[in-house]
């Protein structure tokens, strides 16, 4: 058994290696989410492993991660969430390959205080996919490939393409992650629907500060085989699924009922029918709880 982990860093609990050019160095470092006080995170993805069912993992090691000179600092960045890196993942198994789907937080080259472009951050976030042979599960370090706009081949630290489809446009309001008034979309959850026969990514919207957005938004792709041509990019326009006006929502996912058929069927986050129970993080006033008040149907 194999999981995705969100892992999290700073300049204290990963300095700057100027051997390795791993870790980070605390300069002009921005803000966090708990005031000024506090610091960025910097998101990595990697991989665990569990042999008995779940009770334990062992660590396999990073899928991806971005470096120090990607990072966006101040006084450039300030929406109080993320320096940088790749983070908030969903990966879906398809043929020979793990096809990851995370956020894409970093500058898409080696950012400059003064050369910084707002537009140019724009242009190199969002939604993202990398993928990694099924074979090197045990063994990730090195092995990810990021999409470059036609194929898999950027190294898993490498400057990748995000799926464009899925990037709010500036005239609509878009902009990069390092701004509070940037929106944009993350934290993808993607299942393979057996009733549309399409691939179905729901994803929250962020609107403000520190994530805070209200809406969960779905887009799909009709495209079984991932890795043929750009069939991995080839997602419709985001539609809104839901809003809650006052409330923050993140990390929406869908879960199969608990009946019979669904157990038969062995339907899980990954694999679902044409009715599906929605989940999500709700923040409102003092709350913060992972809920279900919805179900979802899906017709052609």
Same mark, same amino acid.
């Given at each position: 058994?194999?999981?995705?982990?969100?892992?999290?860093?700073?300049?204290?609990?990963?300095?700057?290696?100027? #051997?390795?050019? &791993?870790?980070?160095?605390?300069?002009?470092? *921005?803000?966090?989410? @708990?005031?000024?006080?506090?610091?960025? =995170?910097?998101?990595?993805?990697?991989?665990?492993?569990?042999?008995?069912?779940?009770?334990?993992?062992?660590?396999?090691?990073?899928?991806?991660?971005?470096?120090?000179?990607?990072?966006?600092?101040? *006084?450039?960045?300030? =929406?109080?969430?993320?320096?940088?890196?790749?983070?908030?993942?969903? =990966?879906?198994?398809?043929?020979?390959?793990?096809?990851?789907?995370?956020? %894409?937080?970093?500058?898409?080259?080696k950012?400059?205080?003064?050369?910084?472009?707002? @537009?140019?951050?724009?242009?190199?976030?969002?939604?993202?996919?990398?993928?990694?042979?099924?074979?090197?599960?045990?063994?990730?370090?090195?092995?990810?490939k990021?999409?470059?706009?036609?194929?898999?081949?950027?190294?898993?630290?490498?400057?990748?393409?995000?799926?464009?489809? #899925?990037?709010?446009?500036?005239?609509?309001?878009?902009?990069p992650?390092?701004?509070?008034t940037?929106?944009?979309?993350?934290?993808?959850?993607?299942?393979?629907n057996?009733?549309?026969?399409?691939?179905?990514?729901?994803?929250?919207?962020? %609107?403000?500060? /520190?994530?805070?957005?209200s809406? #969960?938004?779905?887009?799909?792709?009709?495209? =079984?085989?991932?890795?043929?041509?750009?069939?991995?990019?080839?997602?419709?326009?985001?539609?809104?699924?839901?809003n809650?006006?006052?409330?923050?929502i993140?990390?929406?996912?869908?879960?199969?009922?608990?009946?019979?058929?669904? &157990?038969?069927?062995?339907?899980? /986050?990954?694999?679902?029918?044409?009715?599906?129970?929605?989940?999500? &993080?709700?923040?409102?006033?003092?709350?913060?709880?992972?809920? /279900?008040?919805?179900?979802v149907?899906?017709?052609?």
């Open positions: 058994m194999y999981a995705l982990y969100h892992n999290e860093n700073y300049p204290e609990t990963l300095p700057y290696d100027s #051997i390795t050019g &791993k870790g980070y160095k605390n300069v002009n470092w *921005p803000q966090g989410l @708990k005031g000024p006080a506090s610091p960025s =995170a910097v998101c990595r993805i990697g991989i665990m492993k569990s042999q008995d069912g779940g009770h334990t993992w062992t660590n396999r090691g990073l899928l991806i991660e971005d470096e120090q000179p990607r990072l966006i600092l101040r *006084p450039n960045n300030t =929406a109080a969430n993320f320096a940088g890196g790749t983070g908030d993942p969903s =990966a879906v198994a398809n043929d020979k390959y793990l096809y990851l789907f995370y956020g %894409e937080y970093g500058y898409p080259g950012y400059n205080e003064s050369t910084y472009d707002a @537009k140019n951050e724009w242009k190199g976030q969002c939604i993202s996919v990398a993928r990694l042979p099924l074979a090197d599960l045990d063994n990730p370090e090195g092995k990810a990021r999409w470059d706009g036609y194929a898999f081949t950027i190294p898993f630290n490498g400057i990748g393409k995000p799926i464009s489809t #899925i990037q709010i446009p500036i005239n609509e309001g878009g902009g992650a390092s701004s509070p940037g929106k944009y979309y993350w934290g993808p959850s993607v299942s393979w057996t009733y549309l026969n399409a691939w179905v990514m729901l994803m929250a919207k962020a %609107e403000g500060p /520190s994530w805070k957005g809406s #969960i938004y779905l887009s799909f792709n009709k495209n =079984a085989d991932l890795g043929s041509g750009n069939n991995s990019q080839q997602w419709t326009k985001p539609q809104l699924l839901l809650k006006p006052g409330h923050i993140w990390y929406p996912s869908l879960q199969p009922l608990n009946n019979e058929a669904n &157990k038969i069927n062995k339907y899980s /986050s990954l694999k679902l029918p044409q009715k599906a129970r929605l989940f999500f &993080k709700d923040m409102a006033g003092d709350k913060s709880d992972y809920i /279900s008040e919805y179900l149907t899906f017709y052609k």
